[in-house]
């Protein structure tokens, strides 16, 4: 267990509803440190700058990349990310929760007014892009998936997935985990 894998990714990814072991953090921590920066409700954006800071710490990285409409802030050391289906969010923040609520309310409301589905696409293949060579530059091992298709000039794996692999709210069941992080086991050992 010398190795150290990245794990990065939104929920799908982080195994939302599912017992930790059952999780492709916790299926890979018997074979290597796993260094897990996954959260439900991550964008491309979070997940591309929690990569460029960790990359150089590991050896393998593998990346869930989520859907193009999902932005991100930071605030106050506290991340902030926007979904088009989040309209109200719990911020954990000092000051008064009410004012902080409301401004991300009109946050919200306001981005996706302003969203642009093509912009944010080309973004997040760019996002895409830029790790993916970052990994090459370090001559990491490295495995991407995408939940949505993207236009990139690598293999990307897309995941197929059954309703019968998933829970009622769509994220992966402990088949549909399982599914997943095998065929992503198959990847990393073809590079080897």
Known sequence: MNQRL????????YGLGLESCDTLAGRWSSEYK????????????????????NIQNC?????????????????????IDLLPSRTVVELPFDRDTKTMSDIYTDLHRNFYALHDTTFAGHHSDFLVSSIKYMCEKYQKKSV?????????DFDIYYPTVSPKMRLTDGHLN??????LYNNLQQLIYEQR
């Open 6 to 13: 990245y794990l990065d990714g939104c929920s799908y990814t």
């Open 34 to 53: 796993v260094i897990n920066k996954t959260r439900p409700g991550k964008s491309n954006l979070a997940i591309a700058l929690d990569a460029f800071a």
């Open 59 to 79: 050896d393998i990285v593998v990346i869930g990349w989520t859907y193009s409409s999902r932005s991100y802030l930071k605030y106050q050391n506290y991340d």
């Open 144 to 152: 991407f998936f995408s939940w949505e298709q993207r236009t990139t």
């Open 174 to 179: 402990v088949n549909g985990t399982t599914h």
